[in-house]
C-alpha cells in the first residue's frame, strides 16, 4: 500500500497544503498546517476529507522549540481525549553536529514503529519494526544510508521516497497496522517535511 504526498508550497519552499492521494491516485485527503496561523505558531496540523469535514489533527507538544525531544499526538476524527498514534521525535547530539536527520518513533496502538532518514538519495526514510528485546545485540550498519543507528536492528516495513518527478513524496507501507492508518502517515511525512523547512 502507496500513499502519494504532493505539497503546495509558498516560493520559499513552505508549505501551505498537502495532498495526500493513493495509489490509484484519487485524492484522499487534504493537510494544513493551521498552527503557522496562529499568534504564537505551531506545527498543528489539520486533516480534512474531500467534503471539507476534519478527519484528523497533529497536536505538537506544549514546549518550547529549542527542545529536541518532541511527541505529537494524532487524534483521528472528533477524538479529543486519547490519541490515536503518538510520533515522537528524537535527536541525538551527532545528528544536531553533523546535520543529520532526527528518527522518528511511531507509537500506533501496541506497536511500535522507528523511521530512520537520510538526506541523499531517493530513499528518504525507512520505516522499521525494531526488534525485541534482547534480540539483537549491538548496533548494526544499514546498506545503503552508510550509517550506523541505534535501535535499528528491526524489520524493514515501510519507506519514504522523495521521486525525482510527480508527488512529493511517496509512503509505502508493508504491515496491516500502518496500512490501515494512511492518516498517520501521512502525519509523519508532513512533519519530517515541515522540520527540513524550519
Not at 70 to 81: D, L
Not at 151 to 164: A, L, W, Y
Amino acid at each position: 500500500m502507496s500513499y502519494a504526498i504532493y505539497k503546495l508550497t509558498y516560493s520559499e519552499g513552505q508549505a501551505y497544503r498537502y495532498h495526500i492521494s493513493d495509489e490509484a491516485g484519487r485524492l484522499c485527503y487534504v493537510a494544513e498546517p493551521t498552527g503557522m496561523s496562529l499568534p504564537s505558531p505551531t506545527r498543528r496540523i489539520e486533516f480534512f476529507d474531500l467534503d471539507r469535514n476534519l478527519a484528523c489533527r497533529l497536536q505538537p507538544p506544549d514546549v518550547p522549540p529549542w527542545h529536541l525531544e518532541k511527541s505529537y499526538e494524532v487524534f483521528v476524527g472528533g477524538e479529543t481525549e486519547r490519541p490515536y498514534a503518538v510520533i515522537a521525535e528524537r535527536w541525538r547530539w551527532v545528528d544536531v553536529l553533523l546535520l543529520r536527520l532526527p528518527h522518528y518513533e511511531v507509537q500506533l496502538g501496541e506497536r511500535r514503529y522507528v523511521a530512520w532518514g537520510s538526506r541523499y538519495g531517493e530513499r528518504f526514510y525507512e520505516i522499521l519494526r525494531p526488534c525485541e528485546e534482547g534480540e539483537a545485540d549491538e548496533e548494526q550498519t544499514r546498506e545503503g544510508l552508510g550509517e550506523t543507528q541505534p535501535g535499528d536492528e528491526g524489520t524493514k516495513v515501510g519507506q519514504i521516497r522523495r521521486p525525482t518527478a510527480g508527488p512529493s513524496y511517496v509512503v509505502e507501507a508493508d504491515v496491516s497496522p500502518l496500512r490501515q492508518a494512511p492518516l498517520v502517515l501521512a502525519a509523519l511525512v508532513i512533519l519530517i517535511d515541515m522540520q527540513l523547512y524550519v
